[in-house]
Every structure is written in C-alpha cells, then in structure tokens.
C-alpha cells in the first residue's frame, strides 16, 4: 500500500500526476496541520479540496491532522473524498486529561489505585469515548 503526502500543493497539475502513479491515497496539504492549531487558523481550502477529488476521482483522499477541524469543515471534506481522517492528537489529549484527573484525584493512593494497569484505565476508557465520537461524526459505524 503507497500513501503519498503532500505537505504543501505545488499545483494541481502535480497532484494529477501524482494520482496518475497509482497511489492507494493521497493526501494533501489544503490548510490541515498536525497537533493544536493556531487561534489565526484560516480553515481548510475546502475549494482546494474540490479540485484535488475532481482529478483524483476514486482515489480515497487522507486528511492529516483532523484534531481541531470544526464538525461541519470535517464533514463538507468527506463529501469531498476523504474517507481517512487522523485524530491521533483528540485521543492523546483525552488519554491525558483522564489520567490526570486519576491522579488529581488521589485515586494512585488508594488501595492498589498505583497499579498501572489503574493508572492508565480512565485513559484507556477516555480513549475509547472519543473514537466512537469521532466514527459518529464521521459517518463510520458500522462499516468496514
């Protein structure tokens, strides 16, 4: 399996002969960064996206660094051919705050509560909450 990423688009021209080499998925720089985005954001090129899926066709369509990306700009892009959307950073960041509040709490001074098997239960969890979100919002449940 090929993924070609694009950190920023020179042209569609390139993008075009890109998909032309049989690339599995492209994904493109169209105003998504990875980790927090800036107060300053502009969005995502949703117009830039149009055009790529226009001459990429079938090929599915990445969209590095969806933490952050308002639910209504994630999903106009999954009418516009992203069908793979990363959120790694959504999942850290409930991991954290979880296993903070855990531990905030005191809860590593109870009983056996410093097992890390404990310690690292409300993450875990936390994680599991915002992956169902995130499929909810993007369409995914119950597909393959």
Not at 6 to 16: G, S
Not at 70 to 87: H, Q, Y
Not at 130 to 141: A, C, D, N, Q, R
Request: hydrophobic share 40%.
């Amino acid at each position: 399996m090929v993924l070609l990423v694009l950190a920023r688009l020179q042209t569609l021209t390139n993008v075009k002969k890109i998909n032309d080499l049989g690339v599995d998925f492209l994904a493109a720089g169209i105003g998504n960064i990875h980790g927090a985005y800036p107060e300053n954001w502009a969005g995502l090129s949703l117009e830039t996206l149009d055009d790529i899926q226009k001459l990429t066709g079938d090929t599915p369509l990445v969209l590095h660094g969806g933490t952050g990306i308002p639910d209504e700009m994630v999903k106009t892009a999954i009418t516009l051919g992203v069908s793979k959307i990363n959120v790694n950073t959504d999942c850290q960041w409930s991991f954290a705050a979880a296993t903070r509040e855990y531990i905030e709490a005191g809860k590593d001074k109870v009983g056996k509560g410093f097992d890390p098997r404990k310690i690292l239960a409300p993450g875990f969890e936390a994680i599991k909450v915002t992956v169902k979100e995130k499929m909810e919002l993007f369409g995914s449940i119950d597909k393959a």
